[in-house]
């Protein structure tokens, strides 16, 4: 056929690669995995999983983090789709990131900790550190960090490293780790007022003098 | 290999779907074409390409923007990735929808022309209309109408839909069809006062007295 490139139509491998992050130790964190295989054997690298040509992207994404973490049941969003030709040297992979965001009291385990291979990484370390990462991971955790703290201006997408009740302290905390910078308390209660709602609970058990505790108000979506 | 599912390692197709916005009539348009061929055969759908093995999502997506508009150098940005498995009742296709913006005074069509089998239709009249479109491209455009009105909130996106040289009417115009809702001109003008300069020019040739046209400033990206 004149002018017909077949590599035009040449089927390719699709992934999902998985971000899930908490807050632990005042710091936010990530799951990581280090590479037992080539390419990039023992490097630091995001989990993630083929998408089956019988899965949705949305059912690949669940038996990831259901693979890394055992849970069934948390935020995920789509963060960008990397495409880039020799982002994998084996073969072409796109990848679709996705990010996902949990409480550190769900995770079964704790930073330094290894889990089935994986573990939590400080973001910060990871990014502001020279050590390479496998495949496009860097580029890819920059990006997701960077849209991490412009979300959180705008979206409720904070909510999800809290646990269901919290207090605002705690919330103000996940708030600064996210955006990077200090808040000040009054600014940072009118930005959350019409977000959160008194419950009848009170923190209790621990040295400081009981808090109240909040949760979410739960918006139409649009 | 016990366990082994080899439909978790089958590959796919990618295609890039293209939404081609602009502005016309008072109105936001789209760039449709009426699919040919089966399946959906006469039915509108998104003008889209498939990416080749060698091809980053990037050069696919100029390539699309070539082929139906002409152009090589608008502006575009990545939507959102779908990947429901019967979208397409073929095979297998990963969709990577981009939104591409582009004043119509680029385009070489008005609403109602036909180049190259594609032409403008009204957005508001695809979403609202009860005409089926073409795989889930319905979906697609409700998405992207949705993400266009939320991202002129906190990004200069309108910009790309107005002439390198605007007025301030003119700007607001593109801001109000966007979110759908007049703006009051005093609080537009406070929303885009960092973002715009004057210049010495004003508009000439109609029955309006003359309008001072401004620029946009350009900004540092984050």
């Not at 899965?55 to 880039?84: H, N, P, S, W």
Request: charged letters at 35%; hydrophobic letters at 45%; proline letters at 3%.
């Amino acid at each position: 056929m004149k002018g017909y490139d077949s590599s035009l139509y040449e089927k390719m491998s699709v992934a999902v690669d998985l971000l899930v992050f908490t807050i632990e130790d005042d710091k936010l964190q990530l799951l990581m995995i280090e590479r037992e295989e080539e390419p990039f054997a023992g490097m630091l690298a995001l989990p993630g999983v083929f998408v089956g040509i019988d899965e949705t992207l949305d059912e690949a994404v669940r038996r990831g983090i259901k693979e890394e973490t055992g849970l069934e049941d948390i935020y995920f969003e789509q963060l960008y789709t990397f495409g880039d030709v020799d982002r994998d040297p084996r073969m072409r992979i796109i990848s679709v990131a996705y990010m996902a965001l949990v409480p550190v009291e769900k995770l079964a385990f704790r930073p330094g900790e290894r889990v089935a291979g994986a573990w939590l990484v400080d973001v910060e370390d990871l990014l502001a550190g020279d050590e390479e990462l496998a495949f496009d991971h860097k580029e890819i955790i920059d990006y997701a960090r960077w849209r991490l703290a412009n979300k959180v201006e705008y979206t409720d997408i904070a909510f999800h490293l809290v646990d269901e009740m919290f207090t605002l302290p705690e919330l103000q905390r996940v708030y600064e780790i996210l955006l990077g910078k200090k808040l000040y308390k009054a600014n940072f209660r009118k930005k959350i007022a019409g977000m959160v709602e008194e419950t009848e609970y009170m923190t209790t058990g621990d040295a400081h003098r009981p808090s109240r505790l909040y949760v979410m108000v739960e918006e139409d979506e649009e």
